[in-house]
């Protein structure tokens, strides 16, 4: 049997439901997990072992009156580093941050607290949310429970990793270029990238604004629906969510009637074989399902993500520029003005960070801006153009989500560009602004493989329940 | 295409980010690496392209344009993140140096 930690957010609320189990045991049995496990995995910055218990203690006492605040009332929860709670230390595991405390409620959090969910603690990530491996931490990188000389994948891999090692039962995470989706693929877990305009930044620490979206980690497409629903809306502090349909879940049980796309661009390149073997396995297996699979034109592969490298540090270049030691933060003691923001930054600041800052200062730079930002946001309309087109003739475009497995920590923190050829697959749904979702192929050799299907947009029911009958197979 | 250390140095200048000689070197390299990856993009012919839009930003969705009120809690909060205060007032350096006599 499994303990109550190893439960799905979906099987815990039904025996909260049914009292079979009391948030308080779910609780403290992923406070026990955490307090073994968390000293070498590191998914977590910080653990709130007091006010979760009181949580816990609460949602109970709701509970025994017959109250109930929503589907994730009592429900544990991890939270990623770069999104605010107030009164809390928030991060976004920046040394420039280490002391930083929320003045107020992201609407995310804001939302889960209304539905009595239980936060655990905040979880490690790559800097400012910037890296595909979890390595970029200020405060030490985190670890693959499936080999700990392995990374989890970023840079919302303390999320990944408290979700696929039971320290929680979901997490959430954000995700610009793929970092909700790739840690979810190196650690075989579900992760959601919603439609832009789905869910509130507000409170989200900005890394690109045109990109950013919050969405959930979890151990199955059902439970990261459940927490999906739970933290989108349109919102008055957030000028770019939308007014949608909202989403309602629309599970099937076969696929008959469903038209799934492989993108001939992105297959022909390079994949590894360990990665390639289990998704064409998959394919298989949603044909067994009663989907047509074939091919399609998207053009711009390999365009996405210079689109995305240039895209990316503009928008992040300008939105780190308030970390500058004046208002918050860490500050150096220098001279005089100009050499304070100069040490400031440049002491508390990582590598990773400061290499995109200086990456996106330079392309929107006097005499550059046209030859880097503006036709990048020319080839961004064609690549949104190319999708839509892709997405007229099928309901879904699925590739494997990363090429490669997880990979050994330190192996490529010295070479940036190989390190960014892993978001090949992720970044197109961002550069598009549609929902994508990576979910755990179930033949695998050794480590864990991610599925990913890109859908479109405002359409997160058809895409969760092409991922979902997959799972239930 | 390869950046001087003097372009490197005067990009971290305009981002305020101090960089020590040996991270100019690093830096310039990294930059160069993904400077000619992006360079793809010159290739594919934009005549015409409008460059895509912002993101939804519907006038709609403007909140009223007035001050919100912050509570005791919330400016304690703010206060005690300053890096730098005076009686409760931000601390930071001084804008005008003194003048050189």
Same mark, same amino acid.
């Given at each position: 049997?499994?303990?109550?930690?190893?439960?799905?957010?979906?099987?815990?609320?039904?025996?909260?439901?049914?009292?079979?189990?009391?948030?308080?045991?779910?609780?403290?049995?992923?406070?026990?997990?955490? @307090?073994?496990?968390?000293?070498?995995?590191?998914?977590?910055?910080?653990?709130? /072992?007091?006010?979760?218990?009181?949580?816990?203690?609460?949602?109970?006492?709701?509970?025994?009156?017959?109250?109930?605040?929503?589907?994730?009332?009592?429900?544990?929860?991890?939270?990623?580093?770069?999104?605010?709670?107030?009164?809390?230390?928030?991060?976004?595991?920046?040394?420039?941050?280490?002391?930083?405390?929320?003045?107020?409620?992201?609407?995310?959090?804001?939302?889960?607290?209304?539905?009595?969910?239980?936060?655990?603690?905040?979880?490690?990530?790559?800097?400012?949310?910037?890296?595909?491996?979890?390595?970029?931490?200020?405060?030490?990188?985190?670890?693959?429970?499936?080999? #700990?000389?392995?990374? #989890?994948?970023?840079?919302?891999?303390?999320?990944?990793?408290?979700?696929?090692?039971?320290?929680?039962?979901?997490?959430?995470?954000?995700?610009?270029?793929?970092?909700?989706? @790739?840690?979810?693929?190196?650690?075989?877990?579900?992760?959601?990238?919603?439609?832009?305009?789905?869910?509130?930044?507000?409170?989200?620490?900005?890394?690109?604004?045109?990109?950013?979206?919050?969405?959930?980690?979890?151990?199955?497409?059902?439970?990261?629906?459940?927490?999906?629903?739970?933290?989108?809306?349109?919102?008055?502090?957030?000028?770019?969510?939308?007014?949608?349909?909202?989403?309602?879940?629309?599970?099937?049980?076969?696929? @008959?009637?469903?038209?799934?796309?492989?993108?001939?661009?992105?297959?022909?390149?390079?994949? %590894?074989?360990?990665?390639?073997?289990?998704?064409?396995?998959?394919?298989?297996?949603?044909?067994?399902?009663?989907?047509?699979?074939?091919?399609?034109?998207?053009?711009?592969?390999?365009?996405?993500?210079?689109?995305?490298?240039?895209?990316?540090?503009?928008?992040?270049?300008?939105?780190?520029?308030?970390?500058?030691?004046?208002?918050?933060?860490?500050?150096?003691?220098?001279?005089?003005?100009?050499?304070?923001?100069?040490?400031?930054?440049?002491?508390? $600041?990582?590598?990773?960070?400061?290499?995109?800052?200086?990456?996106?200062?330079?392309?929107?730079?006097?005499?550059?801006?046209?030859?880097?930002?503006?036709?990048?946001? @020319?080839? /961004?309309?064609? $690549?949104?153009?190319?999708?839509?087109?892709?997405?007229?003739?099928? %309901?879904?475009?699925?590739?494997?989500?990363?090429?490669?497995?997880?990979?050994?920590?330190?192996?490529?923190?010295?070479?940036?560009?190989?390190?960014?050829?892993?978001?090949?697959?992720?970044?197109?749904?961002?550069?598009?602004?549609?929902?994508?979702?990576?979910?755990?192929?179930?033949?695998?050799?050794?480590?864990?493989?991610?599925?990913?299907?890109?859908?479109?947009?405002?359409?997160?029911?058809?895409?969760?329940?092409?991922?979902?009958?997959?799972? /239930?197979? | 295409?390869?950046?001087?250390?003097?372009?490197?140095?005067?990009?971290?200048?305009?981002?305020?980010?101090?960089?020590?000689?040996?991270?100019?070197?690093?830096?310039?390299?990294?930059?160069?690496?993904?400077?000619?990856?992006?360079?793809?993009?010159?290739?594919?012919?934009?005549?015409? =392209?409008?460059?895509?839009?912002?993101?939804?930003?519907?006038?709609?969705?403007?909140?009223?344009?007035?001050?919100?009120?912050?509570?005791?809690?919330?400016?304690?909060?703010?206060?005690?993140?300053?890096?730098?205060?005076?009686?409760?007032?931000?601390?930071?350096?001084? =804008?005008?140096?003194?003048?050189?006599?």
């Amino acid at each position: 049997m499994k303990s109550a930690n190893e439960l799905t957010l979906t099987e815990a609320r039904e025996a909260l439901d049914h009292a079979e189990i009391f948030s308080l045991e779910l609780t403290k049995a992923c406070l026990a997990e955490i @307090q073994s496990r968390n000293p070498a995995l590191n998914a977590f910055l910080e653990i709130w /072992q007091e006010s979760a218990l009181q949580e816990a203690k609460a949602s109970d006492e709701r509970r025994a009156r017959g109250e109930s605040l929503g589907v994730l009332d009592g429900i544990p929860i991890a939270i990623k580093d770069n999104m605010l709670i107030e009164g809390r230390k928030c991060s976004s595991a920046s040394k420039i941050l280490e002391n930083y405390v929320s003045v107020r409620d992201a609407t995310v959090i804001k939302k889960l607290k209304a539905q009595g969910a239980v936060f655990l603690g905040r979880t490690n990530m790559d800097e400012f949310a910037m890296g595909g491996s979890t390595e970029n931490s200020a405060f030490g990188p985190t670890r693959n429970p499936h080999d #700990p000389d392995r990374v #989890p994948g970023g840079s919302s891999g303390g999320s990944a990793v408290a979700v696929a090692a039971n320290l929680c039962l979901a997490a959430t995470g954000s995700d610009t270029g793929g970092s909700i989706r @790739q840690p979810a693929s190196f650690c075989g877990v579900v992760g959601l990238k919603p439609t832009y305009g789905r869910v509130s930044r507000s409170g989200l620490m900005a890394m690109a604004s045109s990109f950013d979206q919050i969405g959930p980690l979890a151990k199955s497409v059902e439970d990261a629906a459940l927490l999906f629903e739970a933290v989108a809306g349109k919102d008055a502090l957030d000028q770019t969510t939308v007014d949608a349909k909202p989403f309602e879940p629309a599970w099937r049980e076969n696929l @008959q009637g469903i038209r799934i796309g492989l993108p001939k661009q992105a297959w022909g390149q390079g994949i %590894d074989g360990e990665v390639r073997t289990p998704v064409e396995h998959a394919v298989s297996v949603l044909k067994r399902l009663g989907a047509e699979v074939v091919d399609v034109e998207l053009p711009y592969a390999e365009e996405v993500l210079a689109v995305y490298y240039i895209v990316m540090p503009c928008e992040a270049s300008t939105n780190l520029s308030r970390f500058d030691g004046m208002r918050y933060g860490a500050r150096e003691h220098a001279s005089n003005l100009l050499e304070t923001y100069l040490e400031t930054r440049g002491e508390n $600041i990582g590598p990773e960070a400061r290499r995109r800052i200086l990456l996106g200062t330079y392309a929107l730079s006097a005499g550059y801006y046209d030859a880097y930002y503006k036709k990048a946001k @020319q080839v /961004q309309t064609l $690549i949104k153009n190319a999708y839509a087109d892709a997405l007229t003739h099928v %309901d879904a475009l699925l590739t494997p989500t990363t090429p490669t497995v997880a990979y050994e920590i330190g192996s490529k923190v010295n070479d940036p560009l190989s390190m960014y050829l892993g978001d090949l697959f992720t970044v197109g749904a961002n550069v598009a602004g549609l929902p994508a979702v990576s979910v755990p192929c179930k033949e695998v050799s050794g480590l864990p493989v991610g599925m990913h299907l890109t859908g479109k947009a405002f359409d997160e029911s058809t895409l969760l329940a092409i991922a979902g009958a997959y799972e /239930q197979s | 295409m390869s950046l001087s250390h003097e372009e490197i140095k005067n990009v971290a200048f305009l981002a305020r980010i101090g960089l020590s000689d040996e991270e100019v070197e690093r830096v310039g390299k990294d930059l160069d690496s993904i400077l000619g990856y992006v360079d793809r993009l010159q290739k594919i012919d934009t005549a015409d =392209v409008p460059e895509a839009a912002s993101p939804v930003v519907d006038a709609k969705n403007f909140r009223v344009d007035e001050a919100d009120a912050c509570t005791d809690a919330e400016r304690a909060l703010i206060v005690d993140n300053f890096p730098a205060s005076q009686g409760g007032m931000l601390k930071a350096p001084a =804008v005008f140096e003194r003048p050189k006599k």
